[in-house]
């Protein structure tokens, strides 16, 4: 039986199917990331709302645990 020899990698360049059409402009120019700091300021704003809220639970919670 013959030794079989394995052939070092090389890499092919992408073939483009032959069914889609040439490209003759180039690709569009990508758009800006949208702005998300009215969402950032949004969720600062929700869980300073949620801390003051829960604090006066935490030290009631707090004052029971202690006063048994």
């Known amino acids: 039986m013959p030794e ?3 052939r070092p ?3 092919q360049k992408p073939r ?6 040439r490209r003759t402009q180039p ?3 990508r ?3 949208p702005d998300l700091t009215l969402f950032l300021y949004a969720g600062i ?3 300073l709302i949620v801390m003051l809220l829960a604090i006066p639970y935490l030290i009631q919670y707090l ?3 202690i006063s048994g």
Do not use: F, I, N, Q
């Open 31 to 33: 758009a800006d990331p």
């Open 45 to 47: 704003g929700l869980a």
């Open 16 to 21: 483009r199917p032959s069914r889609l059409a």
């Open 27 to 29: 690709p569009p120019e």
């Open 4 to 6: 079989l020899k394995t």
């Open 9 to 11: 990698y090389e890499h």
């Open 63 to 65: 004052v029971t645990l």
